[in-house]
């Protein structure tokens, strides 16, 4: 059956699969592409990772920042590709900062093995503190 929703993201997960290629995660293994969809736009980020650990970035915060630094603003979708077994969730961190630019965003997640699970950022992040709370 056809989900307009789902369907289409079907070209960000294919961007996802390939930023995933481009992961620097030498230390965890564990690789992750995102590719967001903002205002019709697509920019992809993958996870970068350090020798000091808690430095490392999560592929959804290092889109978000390309997504903000090319100058888009609304945040229609985000796909997350990973090898994992189930589809990756977005962190709760990540989760926090999709929520500034996409209160309706959907996340859509796939294994390279093509394991697929979608849900709206809301879901993932109820009763989230947002820029309304400070009156943004
Ligand atoms: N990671 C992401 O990039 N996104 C997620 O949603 C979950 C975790 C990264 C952070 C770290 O480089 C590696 O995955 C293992 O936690």
Do not use: H, K
């Not at 056809?2 to 390939?18: N, Y």
């Not at 189930?86 to 990540?94: E, N, S």
């Not at 630019?101 to 947002?130: H, K, M, N, Y």
């Amino acid at each position: 059956m056809s989900d307009p929703a789902v369907d289409g993201v079907e070209p960000l997960l294919s961007a996802a699969r390939l930023a995933i290629e481009r992961a620097y995660a030498p230390y965890s293994g564990f690789r992750v592409g995102a590719a967001l969809l903002a205002d019709g736009r697509l920019v992809t980020g993958v996870n970068v990772e350090n020798a000091s650990y808690p430095l490392s970035m999560c592929a959804e915060r290092v889109a978000l920042g390309a997504m903000v630094d090319a100058g888009l603003r609304r945040l229609e979708a985000v796909a997350i590709v990973t090898a994992a077994a189930r589809p990756t969730p977005p962190c709760g961190a990540c989760r926090q900062a999709l929520w500034e630019f996409g209160e309706q965003a959907i996340v859509v997640s796939e294994t390279t093995a093509g394991l697929r699970r979608t849900w709206t950022l809301a879901e993932l992040l109820p009763d989230a503190f947002g820029p309304g709370d400070l009156d943004r």
